[in-house]
């Protein structure tokens, strides 16, 4: 491949992001929106876990659905993470000022290191759904 493909294939990934993204744009919150959800969304590691999902093979339809509905889970509480820090400020964040804020809250850095062991492998449906319900429950406890 040449190098404008390879960078091209390199962020596909990323593209999946976008709609997020878009909208919470057009709904006219403050600063860059894409470099706040971009450092919540790695920086807490749950893009992470939302591409092992997306990557892993379930060995059955339920495990598939259950992984699917912790997916939209996931988004839905990193978006409401990203309205909550950018509502919360006047100007655009950085990359590093948004890695900062998540740093003040302990239990968002508890559950970040908790994911970078379970990512080491393959990740069961039940670890994806409690590490689901503590990332929305501490996202709705920051954001109130």
Known sequence: LNPRTARRIACLPA????????AMAKEGLPGDIATAYFAVGYGSRVIALVEAISRQVYRNHWDW???TAIQRSLFASLRRLVQHLAQDTTRA???AQVQDRLDEHEGLSDLRRDLEGILAGSVPVSAMYVISERFKSRVRALAE
Do not use: D
């Open 15 to 22: 593209v999946v992001q976008s709609v997020p993204i878009a």
């Open 65 to 67: 659905v259950a992984a």
């Open 93 to 95: 964040l950085s990359h």
